[in-house]
C-alpha cells in the first residue's frame, strides 16, 4: 500500500531544469565542450560536481582541471543559475503540480523531497510549497547522487516508510535509476521513449494525478 510520494524538484515541481541546462550549455561553451541533447539528458538529476565531471569526459578533458579550477567553475555556473532563478514564484509551478501536491496532502499521503541541489530550499520557499513537505533529503549529506538509489532510500527513511509504500516522481534518467535501485515505484515525467525503465510514464506533469496513478497501478 502506497503511503508516500517521495519528489524530484527540478523539472518536475519547477521548470528549473531549463535554468539548470542553460547555465551548464554556457559553462561548455566557455570550456569547448560540444553541447549536445544527449549531454542535457545525461546531465538532467546529477549533482554539481559530477555534472562538471561528466561535461568535462564528454569533451575528453577530464584530465585537464585542477579540484580547484573545477570548483570555481562549478561556483560560476552556480551564480549563473541563480541569476536565472531571480523572479521565481509559485506561477512557474509546472501544469498541476500544486494541485497534485495539495491532493497529496489533503488525503494524508507523505510527502518528501529528493532533490540533488543544494538550492532546492531556496525554491521551494521561491514556489511557496515548503509547508506540504514532511521532511527533505539533505543532498550535501550524501555519499553519493542519482543514479545511486541513496537519495531515494533515505527519501523513504525520513518520512519513517519502507520502500515498497513509496512512489518516487523523475523528470530524468538518473533520477528514475535511483527510485527503481531504491525498490519504490516510479513515476517518469517527461518522453517515455527517454525514461523508458520508469514503471509508470506520463508526458507532462498535467497529467499527474492520484487518479492517473492508481490507474496505472492496477
Ligand atoms: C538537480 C538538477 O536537481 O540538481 C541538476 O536536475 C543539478 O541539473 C543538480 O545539477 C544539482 O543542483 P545544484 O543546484 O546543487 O547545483
Ligand atoms: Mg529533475
Redo the contacts with the bound molecule.
Sequence with gaps: QIKGFIF????VIANT?VF??KA?HQLADKLGVTWTEDLANQ??????MD?LNLILKSGGKENDYTEDEKVKY?TE??DN?LGLLKGLTDKDILPGMKEFIEDLSANNYLISLA??????PKVLEALDLEKYFDARVD?STLKNGKPDPEIYVRGAEVLNLKPEECIGLED?VSGIKSVNGAHETSVGIGDPEILNEADINFTDTSQVTLANIKKAMN
Design positions: 524530484d524538484l527540478d523539472g531544469s539548470h541546462a551548464w546531465l538532467k538529476g546529477v549533482g554539481r555534472s562549478a555556473k552556480n543559475y532533490s540533488s541541489s543544494k538550492n532546492s543532498p530524468a
